[in-house]
């Protein structure tokens, strides 16, 4: 009988608990990620000077980069400037912005990234995809996985609570995710890779689940490998799809319709996700999951985050354009704006009650 196995691209370091960071030059000799020290790393102009006073004593072969912002012109810059230097590998160390600036600066300079996250706002920092603003609005760049991640509970713990509020939000909204390419599977025979699925899935059912809360230790080590397992399950499944349905089209609906009053991605995709769980008839499991968001102080009405019911209902019906091609429930459903209209109705009144 033939053996057939396949080879997942995953990091060879995950490196999760309190202390991490100080740590990391010698997690990076002893897994021969960089024996000689030399390492190129992005950091952000602000909170990133603290952190480069604090490691580079024990990192005296480092050179420090700074990165203004999340845009591929950014990340062209840092490219650019880390080809003058012979680096073992590049380390993006800070919030989601530097991190994929510091991924697609790695992979068009052709070196290994270390992801260092000083947050938890969302599952980018260990996935294939960089996102970067562009002119044309904000685009995803396929780009080789981390080849360590490095998260350091303190960090995590020092950071604002509406970073890992997002993070939660995000992770929880692989259960809806994973709904739809189900969905799009029975209905219009999409292929679905069960093992992507069943990482993101159990990803977020572990964050659903977990009894602690946003100071515990516990919980946030939870929440760090749940966003580490939905990084590797998109490159498992070779796309977004495990992490990304109907609960991130009404994200970019948000994004694209009021860029200048949108929330965070983890609160409007959380959001998203327990409305869609509604509307494919899982009530119970939508109230369930609005339940858990708000006992994280997450929203779960468009009110709570500054939008009108008549605004979430042209963000329901926007939704859909943003993904053409990706067949969720909104797709399904092909539902009009008066049966959008009711549906909010319904899922306001069944949550609050």
């Known amino acids: ?55 580079s004593p024990a990192m005296p072969g480092a050179d420090w980069f700074e990165v203004g912002g999340g845009t591929l012109d950014e990340a062209i810059k840092l490219a650019d400037a880390m080809k003058k230097g012979h680096y073992d590998a590049v380390v993006g160390l800070g919030g989601g912005k530097i991190i994929d600036c510091a991924k697609y600066a790695a992979a068009r300079i052709g070196l290994p990234l270390v992801a260092v996250a000083t947050n938890l706002s969302h599952d980018g920092l260990c996935s294939p995809v960089a996102t970067l603003d562009n002119d044309a609005g904000r685009g995803s760049y396929g780009v080789p996985n981390p080849i360590a991640v490095v998260i350091d509970l303190d960090v995590i713990r020092e950071a604002p609570v509406r970073f890992v509020r997002s993070g939660i939000g995000d992770a929880v909204s692989n259960i809806s995710a994973v709904a739809d390419w189900e969905l799009a599977n029975r209905e219009k025979g999409e292929q679905i890779d069960g093992l992507a699925a069943a990482m993101a899935r159990q990803a977020g059912e572990a964050v659903l689940r977990h009894p602690g809360g946003v100071g515990d230790d516990a919980f946030l080590q939870v929440l760090a490998e749940g966003l580490v397992l939905t990084g590797i399950s998109m490159s498992v499944a070779g796309d977004s799809r495990p992490a990304s349905g109907a609960c991130h089209e009404i994200n970019h609906g948000f994004d694209l319709l009021f860029p200048k009053r949108a929330a965070s991605h983890g609160e409007q995709c959380g959001l998203g996700a327990a409305f869609a769980m509604h509307l494919r008839g899982a009530r119970e499991e939508s109230a369930y999951m609005a339940e858990v968001l708000q006992r994280h102080g997450l929203p779960v009405l468009p009110e709570e985050i500054g939008f009108t019911p008549d605004e979430f209902v042209q963000v329901v019906e926007f939704a859909p354009s943003t993904r053409p091609g990706r067949y969720t429930i909104l797709e399904h459903l092909a539902l009009s704006t008066e049966q959008i209209r009711d549906a909010y109705a319904d899922y306001a009144k069944a949550i609050g009650s």
Do not use: C, F, N, Y
Not at 27 to 52: E, Y
């Open 1 to 55: 009988m033939p053996v057939l196995t396949r080879l997942i691209p995953s990091p060879v370091v995950v490196d999760i608990r309190p202390g991490a960071l100080d740590d990391l030059s010698a997690v990076l000799a002893d897994q021969r990620i960089s024996h000689s020290g030399k390492l190129a790393v992005a950091i952000s102009a602000g909170s990133g000077a603290k952190l480069r006073d604090r490691l």
